[in-house]
């Protein structure tokens, strides 16, 4: 079994990335990160995203409005900085307060600065394979990681256990694309699929995106086969400071024995969801520039 670090590569493309920028002349690339309200979560990722910026030579605008901010007014305030041409990238960071809409909110972020890749139109250019099209980050991640770990989805059977359009409606999408490291393969379950384990120990390379702590045992999983983490769930564990764990929505000591690869949680697909957003907030740089 082999672990795959996220941390690892996620420093690389990092790297990478603050050479790319250093070659920029005058302005650097600027992302906007919006985040309503104090969900502590949302505080500590909005702070590595800064922190990850910062590393690279991207500049953050950091806005904080009242968790009390009415639709309108987020739209208004995305409108503003859909119209600034200092800002490159846009991010609305989730969850947002109930009363707002969050589909409603990130389609309002202009398709060329949707560097989260939840616009309506960046996901039908996954669809279409547009390459000028920005992919959510975390999926985008997963590939990502899958090819600088050696795994070529070519003629394999990929199973996503999970739906959403954050993760396992555009990780299959781009598992199915007719290029190199994709090509592959697809089944889509989910927590409505009959005989689920079934299907799951068909896969080459399995990526579980449930959102179920643990959900994923060594009974569902073919040996051998490649084994994507995407799950982030913290589990009550009065061992801990802080009174809970995290883990996966794989049952880590069961199934990493059975697997050829696996990202571990944390430190697997986690620390790629930041890298490719500055890697889209970099490209949407590029595109602007060329306009």
Partial sequence: MELIDGNHIAA???AELKAEVATFPGRKPCLALVRVGEDPASVSYVRKKEKTAAEIGVTSRIILPPITITQ??????ID?????DDVDGILVQSPLPKHIEEVATFRRVAPEKD???FNTLNL???????PTGFVACTPAGIMELLARSGVDLKGQHVV?????????KPIALLA???????????TVCHSGTVNLPALTRQADVLIAAIGRAEFVTADMVKPGAVVIDVGINRVPDDTKKTGYRLTGDVHF?????????ITPVPGGVGPMTVAMLMKNTVKAFRQRATR
Avoid: H, M, W, Y
């Fill in 253 to 261: 000591p069961t199934v990493s024995p059975l697997c050829a690869k």
């Fill in 12 to 14: 690389a493309l990092v």
């Fill in 160 to 168: 996503v256990l999970g739906r959403s359009l954050i993760v396992g």
């Fill in 80 to 84: 503003s900085l859909n119209a600034d």
């Fill in 176 to 186: 199915l694309q007719k290029k190199a490291g994709a090509n592959a393969t697809v």
């Fill in 72 to 77: 309108a007014e987020l739209f208004a305030l």
């Fill in 124 to 130: 039908g250019k996954v669809a279409q394979e547009d």
């Fill in 115 to 117: 560097v989260d890749g």
